[in-house]
């Protein structure tokens, strides 16, 4: 599904550029401050001749200020039957503006774009590394656009953390009877005027500071200038369309489907024997799923139009294969022939959630899923997947905008999300204690939805080295012995998966004269640390809240009394909640844990509350108990 948004990397790549000829000193100090890169100039030029053709010309000019923003000087670009690299040039320029290295189209490495994608694109690639800083590089290329096109490059003036701006201009010339649309999330200087036969519009950028990347923070695209763009009318390897609003989309990707979703009489006979004994329509689409995941796998498929349809039903079935595309379009196929209706959707899988409501374009998009509405429920099928059970929305669609395809059109809808306190992790440890500080016992730890989705493959490996990493990762005991290992996994539409074992554990305990110092918390709980500055420049962002609840018993030998023990804990702020508590029982001491993170966004003037939020939770965790010998 890249194909569609491919073209933004004619403006996009993070790497490129240089100073005008001038000595790298002309930018001002307060371009300096955060920067590891300074874009000194950055000219893009789209002439358009038609809904087909165009050509884009870039000249883009980075001063590279040290080590750190190295990678800004690399070029990168995509190619393939849309666009054609006609022209490329590059020099290079010390400190003092003197060219120290021309580059030519001869010097960029061509490959395909992976061995993991039926696609008839490849990358063109030049990595620049000098030992010596402040340097320029300026790139000058033009590329060759045809068959069709549906979509423009996003206006990004800067396009990461820790680079700043002196110029940037962006121009796109079309035909008089021809319009764009565009959307913009600052106070962009923006001309649209007809001149002569043309329709130019016009974006520029000066003079925008670096920012420093800090954790949870905004995603980069709520943070940067930028303006979205796309065309009104457009053409896309001769399927013509509209884009004026997300339902004339979805119309144009119907016809992409039409007579796409017929099989075999073969293979529709298999279908309905394989659902005949099923109980309702619920489960005939699980046995379906089921089917699929079984027997088909995922093979990313950018051939021409493919990138944005989908291969028939017919070839996917007989394949065993498809992208995302061919596989939606497969479980769409295969429940219509047993007369249950679906939904071809258009989403985007990733950190970014919500399409603009009222700007559509072909960009906000890069994945497809299924959508079967039944009468009492609405199943969101994943069907790239050989694993997700059924049912199950996964982390990276869940809350997420759709485009779903329909007779009538196209029309946006929201995916659920779950709760925080659904997506929750479960650790219990019993340790036993001996007298000369030694200690075995037994874990287990439960993931349910979100940690399930990232930890049932090591849980559930054959691999052990996986299975202990897994451990490891959850446990602070500085030397351990795994052993007994046991997994459960629950397939249900709200997941979870369990692993159980035996330890024993040295250098756990700190014996020190007559007295024992036991960790009250033997478990990592590390991500807390994050936020370490003493000022914040951006909103927090906690995009995925969580709830985590530990129970610590802890058998202390009989020989010794408790001396002390952590007082308990009951927090409630905005942010999440936090509690322990401790009892004793005899010789049985019993340390309870819970946390919970509430997914928000929350203000920079809150940053001090968080921060000190986050820091006693680290601190809990660090906490001891003290016994002494009677």
Not at 301 to 327: E, R
Not at 353 to 365: C, G, I, L, M, V
Not at 474 to 500: A, W, Y
Request: proline share 3%.
């Amino acid at each position: 599904m890249y194909r569609h948004f491919i073209l933004t990397l004619c403006i996009l790549s993070s790497a490129i550029v240089s100073a005008n000829g001038n000595s790298i000193n002309q930018a001002s100090d307060s371009l300096r401050e955060n920067a590891v890169a300074i874009v000194q100039n950055s000219d893009i030029v789209i002439i358009q001749s038609d809904m087909n053709n165009a050509t884009c010309k870039v000249t883009k000019t980075m001063t590279i200020l040290n080590k750190q923003g190295e990678g800004f000087a690399h070029f990168y670009a995509f190619n393939d039957k849309f666009r054609e690299m006609k022209d490329f040039s590059a020099v290079v320029k010390n400190a003092s503006g003197s060219v120290i290295r021309k580059i030519g189209k001869k010097d960029l490495t061509i490959s395909s774009m992976s061995d993991q994608m039926a696609t008839d694109a490849y990358s063109i690639v030049y990595e620049y590394k000098i030992p010596t800083y402040p340097y320029t590089i300026e790139y000058t290329y033009e590329e060759k656009w045809k068959n069709g096109i549906i979509s423009y490059p996003a206006f990004t003036p800067i396009q990461s953390y820790m680079q700043s701006l002196v110029n940037a201009s962006y121009r796109i010339e079309l035909p008089a009877d021809m319009n764009l649309r565009y959307d913009a999330n600052f106070d962009c200087n923006v001309k649209d005027e007809v001149v002569g036969n043309k329709h130019i519009y016009s974006f520029t950028a000066h003079n925008l500071k670096a920012i420093n990347s800090e954790p949870l923070a905004p995603a980069l695209r709520d943070i940067y200038p930028r303006v979205l763009i796309a065309p009104a009318d457009f053409c896309y390897d001769s399927f013509c369309g509209k884009m004026s609003s997300w339902q004339d989309f979805g119309v144009w990707t119907s016809k992409l489907l039409k007579d796409r979703d017929n099989v075999s009489e073969a293979f529709s006979n298999k279908l309905i024997e394989l659902t005949k004994d099923a109980r309702d329509n619920r489960e005939k689409v699980e046995i379906l799923y089921k089917y699929l995941q079984d027997n088909w796998r995922y093979v990313s498929i950018q051939l021409g139009i493919g990138g944005l349809q989908p291969i028939d039903a017919a070839s996917v079935a007989k394949t065993n294969f498809g992208d995302c595309k061919g596989l939606s379009n497969l479980m769409k196929a295969m429940l219509k022939v047993v007369g249950i209706p679906s939904n071809y959707c258009k989403i985007y899988m990733g950190s970014k959630k919500y399409f603009p409501e009222k700007f559509s374009n072909a960009n906000e998009t890069n994945h497809v899923i299924l959508l079967v509405p039944l009468k009492n429920d609405s199943i969101w099928l994943e069907c790239t997947s050989q694993t997700i059970p059924f049912g199950f929305v996964h982390d990276d669609i869940a809350g997420h905008d759709a485009l779903v395809v329909t007779e009538d059109g196209g029309k946006l809808c929201r995916l659920p999300i779950y709760t925080d306190k659904q997506n929750k992790q479960q650790s219990f440890v019993e340790i036993n204690i001996t007298e000369d500080g030694s200690s075995k016992g037994n874990m287990r730890f439960i993931e349910h939805l979100n940690g399930y989705l990232y930890n049932v493959s090591a849980m559930t490996s054959k691999d052990r080295e996986k299975v202990i990493g897994y451990i490891n990762r959850n446990i602070k005991f500085p030397k351990v012995q795994i052993d007994n290992i046991n997994t459960k996994e629950d397939k249900s539409s709200l997941p979870s998966c369990s692993l159980s074992a035996d330890f024993v554990a040295t250098d756990f305990v700190n014996k020190t004269g007559t007295r024992l110092f036991i960790p009250a918390c033997p478990l990592e709980k590390g991500s807390y640390n994050m936020l370490s500055s003493n000022t914040r420049i951006q909103d927090i962002v906690i995009n995925n809240g969580f709830s985590e609840s530990d129970s610590i018993i802890i058998n202390i030998p009989e020989s010794y009394t408790t001396e002390s023990l952590p007082k308990n804990i009951s927090l409630t702020t905005p942010f999440g909640k936090f509690a322990t508590e401790v009892k004793q029982d005899g010789n049985k001491i019993t340390y309870i844990q819970n946390i919970d993170i509430f997914t928000g966004r929350y203000n920079k003037s809150q940053y001090k509350e968080i921060k000190a939020f986050f820091s006693e939770i680290t601190a809990a965790t660090k906490r001891k108990l003290v016994l002494r010998k009677s």
